[in-house]
């Protein structure tokens, strides 16, 4: 077998999709930080987890996994690395748009301008309106810090009355 081109093996990935939000890819999410030969015929493939001891991270090794030996790639291994810590910047615009189809509101701000304005604005998501993803109301209202996971908050358009997920920037 030749060696794909790195390239080629992106490419590859990004049809691995992530387990929670099935229409973003892993490269959507941006979680892949590196690629690397060991030999010919093994890849090594870095990722960094959403959060530390995200259940997801073993879905998504074994995906990625399967998806390049899928192309021929024979021996693929997955390095987890935490540090540095992944943030929603790292998502590709592509990847949030998908989001907010997918019926979840993408990140409205980068995490590191947040940090350098005001902690607290993390918190209180007050700084900024997030629009709806089904009707594009900003008229919407924060219901609960978390939603259907801790990475998200609940909010409830007051439009159309759905309530819905907002991936919070961090
Ligand atoms: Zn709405």
């Known amino acids: 077998m030749v ?12 049809e691995v999709s992530d387990p929670e ?4 890819s892993v490269i959507d999410l941006g979680i892949v930080r590196a690629l690397r030969w060991t030999d010919e015929l093994h890849c090594e493939v870095t990722i960094t987890p959403t959060y530390s001891g995200c259940p997801a991270m073993q879905v998504i090794t074994e995906n990625i996994q399967q998806v390049l030996q899928s ?33 979840i509101a993408p990140p409205a701000q980068q995490a590191s301008q947040i940090a350098k304005i005001d ?3 993390l918190i209180s998501h007050a700084s900024v309106d997030i629009p709806c993803p089904q009707c594009a109301s900003l008229n919407t209202r924060l219901i609960s810090q978390f939603g259907s996971t801790s990475c998200k908050a609940l909010y409830r358009c007051t439009d159309c009355l759905e309530p819905f997920d907002y991936f919070k920037p961090h």
Request: zero cysteines; proline letters at 6%.
């Open 21 to 24: 939000i099935p229409v973003i």
């Open 71 to 103: 192309h021929g790639v024979q021996t693929v291994s997955v390095k987890t690395q935490l540090s540095p810590a992944w943030t929603t910047d790292w998502m590709s615009e592509s990847g949030k748009q998908k989001m907010q189809a997918f019926g």
């Open 119 to 121: 902690v607290s604005a």
């Open 3 to 14: 060696r794909p081109a790195d390239e080629q093996i992106w490419q590859w990935l990004s």
